[in-house]
């Protein structure tokens, strides 16, 4: 599916973004860090805070990755 003219992801969407289960991007939703948002009865996203949520994510883990490496 096409997100470029979506300004909020719903759980189902960051689902298909991410590859993953609709039960487990709840699990995400359910993080206190995660930027979401809740319309009328509906867990949602901002697009733009999803994909920056997804890229501090990503470098906090490889900079995990990187330390756990050097203590070798």
């Known amino acids: 599916m096409n997100y470029?003219?979506?300004i909020v992801l719903y759980v189902?969407?960051?689902?298909?973004?991410?590859?993953?289960?609709?039960?487990?991007?709840?699990?995400?939703?359910?993080?206190p860090d995660?930027?979401?948002?809740?319309?009328?009865?509906?867990?949602?996203?901002?697009?733009d805070r999803f994909f920056s949520w997804v890229d501090q994510n990503s470098k906090e883990d490889k900079h995990e990755t990187q330390k756990q490496d050097q203590s070798k």
């Open 12 to 31: 189902s969407n960051v689902a298909d973004i991410l590859n993953i289960s609709k039960e487990y991007a709840y699990t995400l939703f359910a993080r």
């Open 34 to 47: 995660f930027p979401k948002m809740i319309i009328g009865n509906r867990f949602c996203v901002r697009k």
């Open 4 to 6: 470029e003219k979506k």
